[in-house]
């Protein structure tokens, strides 16, 4: 939930800088690069949430958390780099996505033991 915060003060502080008013969208390349980064980052945010819960809950709680902070670490890395220039998202937004995956995998794994476990 901070980054989700820290991502949408941000969008508020562009938008200032640039001076354009909720609820354009459009404007300053700078500004439309950090609005996209927060609303992508904010799509997203359930899928890790969910997952995070689950892979925690039925897998373990330490390997999920380790998996957890990267994703924010990539995700975070991702919001940065996207502000500054578009190409600059792609290599943690693959490595965001590769731990969504990986969440996805622990998530079944820790699924299919509980359930069709002894």
Do not use: D
């Not at 690069?33 to 890790?48: G, L, V």
């Not at 919001?79 to 600059?88: E, L, S």
């Not at 995956?101 to 079944?108: I, R």
């Amino acid at each position: 939930v901070l980054f989700l915060g820290y991502f949408a003060m941000q969008v508020i502080y562009a938008r200032r800088k640039y001076k354009i008013s909720p609820p354009e969208t459009k404007g300053h390349p700078e500004f439309e690069r950090t609005f996209r980064a927060q609303a992508n980052c904010s799509e997203y945010f359930p899928i890790f949430i969910s997952l995070l819960w689950v892979a925690g809950i039925f897998f373990h709680q330490g390997v999920t958390a380790a998996c957890g902070l990267l994703y924010l670490y990539a995700r975070l890395r991702y919001f940065q780099g996207y502000a500054v220039a578009a190409r600059g998202r792609l290599g943690p937004l693959y490595a965001s996505a590769w731990l969504l995956w990986l969440l996805l995998g622990l998530a079944l794994a820790g699924l299919l033991a509980h359930f069709l476990g002894p």
